[in-house]
């Protein structure tokens, strides 16, 4: 009878060990299945904050720029610069205003501007006429101060 018993305990406890083996593979497996689920949805939720800082990024360089250009909108639709597109683009004057023209003069044959300023040689091979810039600067005085007129 002890063998007989023994061989019953010996069945049930390979039953049990099975059992045991088979919940707990079950019990794996449903463990991975959640897993994966959670690990999917916190994948996905990271990526969408990447992306809402990307854009909450993106969003204040255009807000910024938007700023930039209604200063600039604000400050090219004033009278001042207005007024300056008008003078110009328009040769547009005030009333009462007096408008001065300083047309530029060619080199004279010795390549000296007519204000007895050196005109710049152009490099040329034939270097029969001097290439000149003459600045604002002399063609106001040249205008203002005539090098012909004697001085009193």
Known sequence: MMKANAKITERRGIGQALRLRRVLA???GVLLLV???FTGE???GRSMEEEIGRL???ASELEDRNV???R???RLSGSAMLERE???KLNMRRP???VVVVKSEGPNVQGYLSSGIPAADSGSAGGSFAAFQVSNYHKWIRHFFPHDQPYD
Do not use: I, K, V
Request: proline share 0%.
């Open 26 to 28: 079950l019990n794996l």
């Open 35 to 37: 897993g994966w689920g």
């Open 42 to 44: 916190f994948l996905r």
């Open 56 to 58: 909450d990024g993106q």
């Open 68 to 70: 930039e250009l209604r």
């Open 72 to 74: 600039t909108a604000d």
């Open 86 to 88: 008008a003078r110009l």
């Open 96 to 98: 009462g205003e007096s």
